[in-house]
């Protein structure tokens, strides 16, 4: 038997099997469960700084462009941070889980970071969010605070810990 047959049995057995796939019946989730994320939608440009404690911050040109995702379930964002001495990029993608009504903002980055923060809003215009992790056998955090300020302008700041510890902090205002 050639190659060829051997082939085209081999698509004629899996046709012969081949069940099309039933329709979805699940009704899509309520939009409701991205609404929280729904201020950071647009196009956002300010500055910032990033740095250590007893070290020169580095400042920072920042840019920000969100949009609805998924039907209008999650934003997603893309972030650049550009300095002198670095670049930062990250692409965000954030919901809610609505079984357990909960915010995540997953975060990835040049750096090689991958985070699943976990988010909550206090009111309407405080997004806080963290991520623990554990890195080199100490404990690490994130704490990040949103601050959409007024319809136009939002403040963010980003301290991370080690050990309960301030190591680094990242913080900036953005306009559109």
Known sequence: MSART??????????????PAPE??????????????YPFLGYWKGNGQYGAPGKDPV??????S????????????DFVGRGEAM????????G??????IGHWFAINNQG?????????????????????????????ENVVFRFTHEKDMDFRSVITENGQEVGAFFGKLSR
Request: charged share 20%; aromatic share 8%.
């Open 6 to 19: 051997v082939i085209a049995v081999f698509v004629l057995a899996g046709a012969a099997f081949a069940v």
């Open 24 to 37: 979805c019946s699940a009704q899509p989730l309520s939009s409701r469960s991205a609404t929280p994320f």
């Open 59 to 64: 400042q920072l040109a920042l840019s920000l």
């Open 66 to 77: 969100c949009r609805k995702a998924v039907s209008g379930l999650a934003v997603r964002c």
């Open 87 to 94: 670049t930062f990029v990250e692409a965000d993608l954030m």
């Open 96 to 101: 809610t889980d609505p079984a357990m009504g």
């Open 113 to 141: 970071d991958t985070h699943d923060h976990i988010a909550e809003w206090p009111d309407a215009k405080t997004m806080i969010a963290h991520y623990d992790w554990e890195q080199n056998g100490k404990q690490m955090r």
